[in-house]
């Protein structure tokens, strides 16, 4: 339905401007074309004829800011084939849902021309509106619920609670919640040139990254906020979301934002408990949140971690960024580094606890032989004054090389905002 609203919309306005136009979704997806009038050019036509935007163009939109307008304006992309372009931002309640697009080649568009664009957009932003915030996307009262729920005063929190517990999807019997966690990682790109993206471009790409995971699972979702460089969401199902779910809404997530990018940025995504009361939502975010902290430092879990797989780091990211980083230079791992400034005493440490003290599969990890293993330990022993027979010693240390390979990479987490704190 929507579809039809969106095509009868565009198909008159371009025959009124007698100019080819152009809607696509948020993620810049398209949407909606009209027939050309001799004013296309050859990326309008890839677009129309594959049906969605190339990579290469969605990057210099983003770079443009355009998902900051709230007026049109005028895009010029320097890409080969592509005009100049005028874009609508497509906006209904304060929320960004599409673009409307016409190729400007120069010539602009008269006052009427450009009111009975906007007009065009300010429509199909309703009808956008309309079709996402049914059942699939959380209405603007729900995402206040639950920026209260995890991040207001207790009086906000309660609030929240009954609120969200009043839904007819939220307060239905025996319905179970999965919070996701999304935090963006800037990093250099692959391809070593040097660029990084912005934080402001980032937010908007993980925006639109966490939407198309949200919708490529099935069931109830709850899309809350996006705000610097973290994104978040409650899954929702009968029985609470099956195993798969999450990881699917993960690989949506990472392949998209990677998409819009350019893969100067990645995603580490954690996933708290299935939980079957709206009141304990703020839990399973809490849970998540060290999640996706500690998918971001841990590059052997490839960008992705369940709460449950957590292990020490569920104690360990609760501690501030700034203690860990004081925490890191305890006197075992200075005597250490003092005696042995390629760290292979340290790397033989972090081996052996990792096994659980099993000479073989630590010996095997590292490469060396049991003789040079057994004299490695032995120094190791002698250095620290630790005896790794002593079970409080053997926790000592392993925290202590646990704490010193987080504070080496950690950086303080986005922060959450409070919808009321009254």
Excluded at 34 to 55: L, P, Y
Excluded at 136 to 159: C, N, T, W, Y
Excluded at 182 to 190: C, F, K, L, N, S
Excluded at 234 to 250: E, I, K, S, T
């Amino acid at each position: 339905m929507t579809n039809d609203v969106l095509q009868s919309l565009v198909d008159n306005l371009a025959d009124r401007l007698r100019r080819s136009v152009v809607i696509d979704d948020s993620s810049f997806r398209l949407l909606a074309a009209s027939r050309h009038f001799g004013d296309e050019d050859a990326v309008r036509i890839a677009t129309v004829m594959n049906r969605e935007v190339r990579t290469d163009v969605v990057e210099r939109i983003v770079s443009a800011g355009v998902a900051s307008w709230t007026r049109p304006g005028r895009v010029a992309l320097d890409i080969p084939g592509c005009l100049p372009r005028w874009c609508a931002p497509i906006r209904c309640r304060g929320e960004l849902l599409g673009y409307l697009w016409l190729i400007d080649a120069g010539e602009g568009l008269s006052e009427p021309e450009a009111d009975m664009a906007v007009d065009a957009a300010k429509r199909a932003g309703i009808a956008l509106y309309e079709d996402a915030h049914g059942p699939a996307v959380a209405r603007p009262r729900h995402e206040d619920a639950l920026r209260a729920l995890v991040g207001g005063s207790p009086a906000a929190h309660r609030r929240a609670v009954d609120e969200l517990s009043a839904d007819t999807v939220l307060g239905a019997p025996g319905m179970g919640f999965q919070v996701v966690v999304v935090h963006a990682v800037v990093t250099r790109d692959r391809a070593g040139s040097g660029k990084t993206t912005a934080r402001a471009d980032c937010d908007v790409a993980l925006a639109a990254a966490v939407v198309d995971g949200l919708r490529a699972v099935p069931g109830e979702r709850l899309l809350s906020v996006a705000d610097e460089g973290c994104a978040w969401g409650v899954l929702v199902a009968p029985g609470g979301p099956p195993p798969g779910r999450a990881a699917a809404f993960a690989r949506t997530a990472a392949a998209r934002f990677a998409a819009l990018t350019g893969q100067a940025a990645g995603v580490a995504v954690g996933v708290g408990p299935v939980v079957d009361r709206v009141d304990a939502i703020a839990d399973g975010f809490e849970r998540a949140q060290l999640a996706a902290r500690a998918a971001a430092v841990l590059p052997e879990r490839d960008g992705f971690i369940r709460c449950e797989e957590l292990g020490p780091y569920e104690v360990l990211l609760r501690i501030p960024p700034e203690d860990l980083k004081s925490l890191a230079r305890l006197p075992v791992m200075r005597a250490l580094d003092a005696e042995d400034s390629r760290q292979v005493l340290a790397e033989t440490l972090e081996a052996y606890l990792d096994n659980a003290g099993d000479v073989r599969r630590t010996a095997e990890a590292l490469c060396v032989h049991r003789a040079t293993l057994y004299h490695r330990l032995r120094r190791i022993e002698s250095v620290t004054g630790c005896s790794l027979q002593n079970g409080d010693d053997r926790l000592a240390l392993h925290l202590a090389v646990k704490i010193r390979a987080l504070a080496g990479v950690l950086h303080p987490s986005p922060r959450h905002r409070g919808a009321d704190t009254s």
